[in-house]
């Protein structure tokens, strides 16, 4: 056993990304407390954490275990729900804001992580286009019964019905969830550091779940599935486990992303809030954490930095998402920035490029 | 493959064409933006400009753009007017209120729809922003917020209500039926405020349906409402929907009364809606661009002259919504000097004590809650136009 520790090529890479977060952390909080922030960056720092939860979360699925999912944002509207009602309820109970929004974000995973699971059970036998459709399905459903769902809060304790409002609250009792007008006067809870420590927790997990036995089961599934069957890996446990961890993680960020909101409705978690997480997953690279992370970013300050355009935004921003498409994916460009990377490492000795070139491998 | 990297080349280069082409029309349009004088009250207000629900923002902006303008014109309070784009979603909401508040709103003209209202709200009552929302008209909105207030009646208490009471006293039909569509806040809450009247009235509801968003089939509920007999067919929502109930019914032979409510104003103008299948329809809106009011014939004039349109209710709310800052400002001496906490704090005050005339009706208060008290009228569509049913 040799004393001296030597980082994997992959822990590198993920140092990397802890170190990138924190510093970006650090700049802005900075920014924060000396006030020479803009309001409307501002504004977007805590949906951008819950964004790029999302996005790490969705590249389990899609980029490590290798299954297109598109029910991503139902995850995190079940999060987001059950979190802010827990939330709600406990308002009385515990008077301190960051604790009830810690609650609410392990409310809102553990509720996320148990329709990961009953979901998981019938689509994890699906493969390919079946499984996507199936998520997609699933999406659409909990926005269905979301919309149908009521919940009140009085003395006696919580009230649910569905369909319509028969919760026959007392006196002095509190409609949380009213149907499709959704969750209103939500007390503010989350915080830029909130966001900031959950992004950091996911990373945590998402990594040493990668780099663990059990990641390398997963990637080897995703890779070969007959293959991995063949050595005796346990198929749907493994897959099952990226799906539920995928889905327990969008279920954290549905809270953080509601609570920073005075009011929720569940059409806001529709197909095109998935399809968006899926365009960051993509555009980041797949497997790529640290390109998730940055994709969610600037895709979510992008539109806002165009609004100066007016109505010609909506158009540049679709452009600008094909130019980026297409130059991440150019092979000219790709063998220069090969070039560029490997001029950096002689330069710096350290290895540096390997984040940025993680997801190349497979499609 | 070289044919293959040369293509790429050429769509790359088109794209690089397009973009810089299209910074340089956008960069030339916001161009008069950026002439601020330091005279100016500055008026900020957020709405669906593009998207299913862009007709409402687009309509609220272009009525506070003519009542800018005519006030600009007059000398005296002089406003500088800018709507951002909120896609009718919460989250773009308050991105767009907070690009506002870069931009040094005083004043704010709140979001023109209720879900990103609610959200906008919410901010601006802890920056100490006052606001006057010409059209979002859900309680949630003003509850709770002592300056947050509204040009448009309340939804669910005042218009449901309103309705049934108005199908109660003019006797419209024996039996009543309802479509709407139980997915959205302002149809279920106009549905909900009707039943509950209704109930209290003692109406006879004989049948209920209800679809959801993308729904664009309604021969279920068409079928339903035929089937049961009903002869007045309540419909609270948007233009949209509507306009498909009234070909699909007009199509399969079932000619029940229409009785709709202020959000199906605008069907009118949509492209290529047959007019003659709302003949008839009834709705209650405070607003009548038939009337023979001067102002309000010369609004309609100008709208017309301008964006070549019918003004509907959401313009004419906006227009009022100005003019009420204008009376406001006035008489709080105000000047555009002052910070959006200093003018919040008159408005307040100004908006509890005055009484308004505007084109949605004269003699407009407010009470502390921040909800307008004025009459909604009975309308129905005859000849392709509004006329008044009283």
Not at chain 1, 136 to 150: D, P, Q
Not at chain 1, 231 to 244: D, H, P, Q, S
Not at chain 2, 3 to 10: E, F, R, S
Not at chain 2, 61 to 84: H, P, R, S, T, W
């Amino acid at each position: 056993m040799k004393k001296k520790i030597t980082l994997t090529k992959y822990t590198r890479s993920s140092f990397l990304t802890y170190g990138l977060v924190i510093v970006a952390y650090v700049i802005l909080q900075a920014m924060v407390l000396t006030g020479s922030i803009s309001s409307s960056l501002k504004g977007m720092l805590v949906p951008i954490c819950a964004y790029v939860v999302m996005a790490v979360s969705l590249n389990l699925t899609v980029g490590v275990l290798g299954e297109l999912s598109l029910g991503h944002a139902g995850f995190m509207s079940v999060g987001a729900f059950t979190g802010v009602i827990a939330a709600i309820a406990l308002e009385g109970i515990i008077p301190v804001g960051w604790l009830r929004l810690v609650i609410a974000m392990a409310v809102g995973a553990a509720f996320a992580a148990v329709a990961g699971f009953l979901i998981g059970i019938p689509v994890l036998r699906l493969k390919g286009d079946y499984l996507a459709i199936v998520t997609l399905a699933f999406g659409e459903i909990i926005k269905s019964v979301l919309n149908n769902f009521y919940v009140g809060m009085d003395s006696d304790g919580l009230h649910f019905s569905l369909l319509s409002d028969r919760t026959g609250l007392a006196e002095g009792g509190r409609m949380i969830v009213n149907g499709p007008m959704g969750i209103t006067g939500i007390t503010k809870l989350s915080t830029f550091t909130a966001g900031f420590v959950l992004v950091m927790l996911t990373l945590f997990i998402v990594f040493n779940l990668v780099s663990s036995r059990s990641g390398r089961a997963i990637k080897s599934i995703r890779d070969n599935r007959i293959a991995a069957e063949s050595v005796g890996i346990n198929v749907t446990k493994y897959r099952l486990m990226a799906f539920v961890t995928s889905a327990a993680l969008a279920g954290a960020a549905g809270p953080l992303f509601a609570m920073n909101y005075s009011n929720i409705i569940a059409n806001k978690f529709d197909f095109n809030t998935s399809i968006l997480i899926l365009v960051f997953v993509v555009l980041g690279g797949l497997g790529n954490m640290l390109g998730s992370i940055i994709a969610a970013a600037a895709l979510t300050i992008l539109p806002e930095a165009l609004r100066q355009f007016a109505d010609y935004r909506m158009l540049i921003y679709a452009i600008v998402l094909i130019l980026v498409m297409l130059i991440t994916n150019n092979p000219t460009l790709a063998a220069w920035s090969d070039v560029i990377r490997e001029k950096l490492r002689g330069a710096l000795r350290k290895d540096r490029a390997s984040a940025a070139k993680g997801g190349d491998g497979h499609e | 493959m070289k044919h293959t990297n040369m293509k790429k080349m050429i769509a790359l280069a088109l794209a690089t064409i397009m973009l810089v082409a299209l910074c340089a029309c956008g960069g030339g349009s916001s161009e008069p933006e950026a002439e601020a004088s330091a005279e100016a009250f500055k008026l900020g207000g957020t709405g669906p400009l593009t998207g299913g629900a862009a007709i409402y923002g687009n309509a609220a902006k272009n009525g506070a753009q003519i009542a800018v303008d005519e006030i600009n014109a007059q000398g005296g309070i002089q406003f500088e007017l800018k709507y951002e784009d909120d896609a009718n979603d919460a989250e773009k909401a308050v991105n767009a209120y907070n690009s506002l508040k870069d931009w040094g709103m005083q004043i704010s003209l709140g979001s023109v729809t209720s879900t990103p209202a609610n959200a906008t709200s919410a901010e601006g009552f802890t920056d100490r922003i006052f606001s006057l929302t010409p059209s979002a008209s859900a309680p949630t909105v003003i509850e709770g917020k002592d300056n947050m207030f509204q040009m448009c009646f309340l939804d669910y208490p005042t218009q449901g209500g309103a309705s049934a009471q108005y199908i109660s006293d003019m006797a419209l039909g024996e039996k009543i039926g309802i479509i709407w569509k139980n997915d959205e806040d302002y149809s279920t809450g106009l549905r909900n405020s009707f039943v509950d009247k209704a109930a209290e009235l003692g109406l006879n509801i004989v049948a209920e349906s209800t679809f959801t968003e993308g729904n664009n089939d309604f021969s279920v509920q068409l079928t339903e409402m035929q089937n049961a007999g009903v002869d007045v067919v309540f419909l609270p929502m948007y233009y949209q929907p509507a306009s498909l109930i009234f070909a699909q019914a007009d199509a399969m032979g079932y000619a029940p009364k229409w009785f709709g409510v202020d959000g199906m104003d605008g069907i009118l103008a949509m492209e290529g809606f047959d007019p003659t299948l709302a003949e008839g329809v009834m709705l209650l809106t405070p607003f009548n661009a038939d009337s023979t009011d001067e102002a309000t014939q010369a609004f309609v004039a100008k709208y017309q002259e301008l964006y070549n349109d019918i003004p509907n209710q959401f313009a004419a709310d906006a227009y009022d919504c100005v003019y009420a800052y204008k009376q406001a400002l006035e008489a709080a001496g105000a000047t555009p000097d002052m910070t959006a906490e200093q003018l919040n704090d008159l408005m307040i005050e100004q908006f509890t004590s005055m009484s308004f005339d505007g084109l949605t009706g004269t003699g407009m208060t407010w009470d502390s809650t921040g909800a307008v008290s004025k009459s909604a009228h009975g309308m129905v569509i005859q000849d392709g136009a509004y006329a008044g049913l009283d």
